[in-house]
């Protein structure tokens, strides 16, 4: 060296976590004396250093597909799996409201990026999919919607009516032909109906509403009428004569009108 100094650097290991080292490296000036050991020693410089040997995992475009259908519903999940780190192995978990469903283990080389694909059938609700720890994505698992039993029809008495949703489901009603909510009447137990009813009604399970079903019932009632009919009749009477000299008489008639009460039953729509 041109000041007479030697140089060289110290490398010391201050910790070690896992596979991160914090290194602190120096640079020593140094000159040699006759017999060649080391005088005049000064540290010119320090730099800690993190060599860092384990893998780093990040997760990136999440698909989730189809975000609706009808219950149970198939989705595909996707997501890309990058290594920034040393190669190593990841597990991606898929979790749905919050719960692992599924897992997948796979190995990834130095700045390797590869997709993962998952695929799972969601029940009847509202769901959060996802994986990792990314952002979960809605999604709709429509249910059925319910039955009425008996079915639309005209009854000559009352009906009793039977509302049937699938499992789990909380089923809503209305009357008045206005479209029902959760807001609506809740169903507990059979519809006696005793009037023409035009029913609406939905099922919901875990937040998702079915499409509205609809069923019209007709009830019919007897009705008693009382009228009267004029009716033409023949009026009897004795028409007296003299028959050599004494009273006799023969049986005449004429036509009158009476009337006549009668009643009648027909059906009325209550």
């Known amino acids: 060296m041109e000041d007479g100094?030697?140089?060289?650097w110290l490398f010391v290991v201050e910790n070690a976590n896992?596979?991160?080292?914090r290194v602190r490296a120096s640079s020593v000036a140094f000159q040699l004396n006759s017999t060649g050991g080391i005088e005049n020693e000064t540290v010119l410089?320090?730099?800690?250093?993190?060599?860092?040997?384990?893998?780093?995992?990040?997760l990136a475009n999440l698909t989730v597909n189809p975000l609706s259908g009808s219950a149970p519903l198939t989705v595909n999940v996707t997501v890309n799996v990058t290594n920034t780190g040393v190669a190593g192995d990841y597990t991606a978990e898929?979790?749905?409201?919050?719960e692992v469903k599924d897992s997948q283990k796979v190995t990834l080389a130095t700045g390797e990026t590869r997709e993962v694909t998952f695929t799972y059938e969601l029940p009847a609700g509202l769901h959060s999919v996802t994986v990792g720890d990314l952002t979960p994505v809605a999604v709709t698992s429509t249910p059925a919607a319910p039955s009425a039993s008996p079915a639309s029809g005209i009854y000559l008495k009352n009906v009793t009516v039977t509302l049937t949703?699938?499992?789990n489901s909380t089923i809503y009603y209305t009357t008045n032909g206005s479209t029902p909510t959760v807001n609506s009447t809740k169903y507990t137990a059979p519809l006696v109906l005793s009037k023409s009813t035009a029913l609406k009604f939905i099922a919901v399970v875990n937040g998702a509403s079915s499409a509205v079903?609809?069923?019209?019932?007709?009830?019919m009632k007897p009705v008693t009428l009382t009228y009267?009919?004029?009716?033409?009749?023949?009026k009897w009477y004795k028409k007296w004569y003299r028959y050599y000299g004494k009273w006799r008489y023969k049986w005449r008639y004429y036509w009158t009108y009476r009337y006549v009460k009668k009643t009648s039953t027909y059906w009325q729509i209550a």
């Open 5 to 8: 100094n030697s140089y060289r």
């Open 18 to 21: 896992g596979k991160v080292f």
């Open 45 to 58: 410089n320090s730099t800690n250093l993190t060599v860092d040997l384990q893998p780093h995992f990040s």
């Open 94 to 98: 898929l979790k749905v409201n919050g």
């Open 165 to 167: 949703g699938p499992a």
């Open 213 to 219: 079903s609809s069923a019209s019932y007709t009830i």
């Open 228 to 234: 009267y009919v004029k009716v033409k009749v023949k």
